[in-house]
């Protein structure tokens, strides 16, 4: 059962629901952070053996008879065996996210004045490491969403990880041109991309979505290797009026709760009738759904319709939320486009459903979780790149601003930068 609560007489600090979806990210990672960190020290230390030890206790996989790294030829074969729908639309996907990708690409730069130029030279990191889950579900297009970004921006060497990769996800990973791919997972994998092991080659940066495992290694290898984000479970929150169909309403909002029992689907409206409706909907199809005790679990704790007086209270709510995906579904969504301010995707209009986004239209959807649309973008081109600034000064260019430099300097209190201004002529 969904909970329904209506904030045309209640204030949005009163909710306890609210206050527990926002509070979500926070809830487990303590819990976790222990194991998590003994996972990596003892990847650091023993290396492939490590691998060996977790992948067999976690996913029951021996990696001594199975190998780490799965062979190019397996992964090619994997492709071949596709039937032809499939490797249609796997194609069609990367085809469209790669054309999208390519308006992301920054340009170096340099600009010149009397005696100076300045500039900012862009170039990709040299190495990054896929997660792709593959506990759960199956996921190739997190292949092709990690992927294509990297492939944009130019990167060397590009290394998955995926602890049971099925026929599809290999394909995925032979589409996109993915170097090398290891059958492992978890928070192992992890470590063994940040330090390197035998096998694993340490990388740059790492990216994609994982378990509570993933999310709490990621954050702990930042610093030694550069990440995305810190991914949580997934969230759609739906802005409607009276104009929406319930039924595309609920329907949308199970596609996200089949994902994880912790995962978020919510509805802000300012119809009372349609609120309902959709309650009764989303009752009617969960009945159905092969992961219905997975939804089930995620409407029941982490879902909710909340009713409000207009839209632009729907916008103010949708904003403290900050949803890792936003429809709108209203007679005129892009009026409401001015009010968003914080979202990972927007999805304008009642067509545009999620699942398109999750797949072929093109933009990333590897989003922000968590209220991290607040301060954080979509994968892209520009997290597989490093900028460094480019800087010249001839003697007349140092003329132009020694005295001002020297100044800031002395202000500092910082008397050998000034003193070495000074040594070139004050």
């Known amino acids: 059962m969904i909970t329904i609560e209506d904030f045309t007489i209640k204030d949005f600090k009163s909710s306890k629901i609210l206050e527990k979806i926002l509070n979500r990210a926070k809830t487990f990672e303590k819990d976790y952070i222990d194991k998590v960190r ?23 996989i021996d990696l001594r008879k199975e190998g780490i790294e799965i062979p190019k030829e397996a992964i090619e074969n994997a492709y071949k065996d596709l039937d032809e729908n499939t490797k249609k639309a796997l194609q069609f996907s990367y085809e469209r996210v790669y054309k999208f990708h390519e308006n992301q690409k920054e340009k170096s730069f340099i600009t010149e004045e009397e005696g100076i130029m300045l500039g900012q030279r862009v170039l990709p990191v040299e190495s990054a490491g896929l997660y792709v889950p593959g506990g759960k579900a199956a996921y190739p297009s997190s292949v092709i969403m990690n992927a294509v970004p990297a492939k944009v921006a130019g990167v060397s060497n590009i290394y998955m990880v995926c602890p049971k990769p099925t026929k599809e996800v290999l394909a995925a990973a032979y589409i996109c041109g993915i170097d090398r791919v290891f059958r492992i997972g978890g928070a192992q994998s992890i470590a063994a991309l940040a330090y390197g092991t035998q096998t694993i080659p340490a990388v740059e940066k790492i990216v994609g979505p994982g378990n509570i ?140 459903v999620e699942a398109l986004g999750d797949y072929c239209l093109g933009p990333n959807h590897t989003l922000p979780t968590g209220r991290s649309a607040r301060f954080s973008s979509a994968l892209g081109v520009y997290d597989f790149v490093k900028r460094s600034s480019v800087l010249y000064v001839s003697k007349k260019g140092f003329e132009k601003v020694k005295y001002h430099a020297y100044n800031l300097a002395k202000i500092e209190g910082l008397h050998a930068h000034a003193s070495s201004i000074e040594l070139r002529g004050l």
């Open 38 to 60: 003994d996972i990596i020290e003892n990847v650091i230390s023993h290396k492939d053996e490590a691998l060996y030890k977790y992948t067999l206790e976690f996913d029951g």
């Open 213 to 352: 495992y993933v999310a709490t290694a990621k954050r702990l290898v930042y610093g030694i290797v550069g990440i995305d984000m810190v991914a949580g479970p997934s969230e759609v929150l739906i802005i409607a009026d009276a104009s929406a169909d319930p039924s595309f309403v609920a329907m949308d909002m199970l596609s996200q709760a089949e994902h994880d029992e912790l995962a978020s689907a919510i509805l802000i409206t300012n119809c009372e009738d349609l609120a309902y409706s959709v309650a009764k909907e989303i009752d009617v199809f969960l009945s159905q759904l092969e992961r219905k005790d997975i939804a089930s679990k995620s409407i029941e704790n982490y879902g909710a319709i909340f009713i409000v007086k207009n839209l632009e209270k729907a916008c103010e709510l949708s904003n403290m939320i900050a949803p890792e995906h936003l429809e709108i579904s209203t007679e005129n969504p892009f009026e409401l486009l001015g009010f968003i301010k914080n979202a990972g995707a927007i999805f304008l209009g009642e067509y545009t």
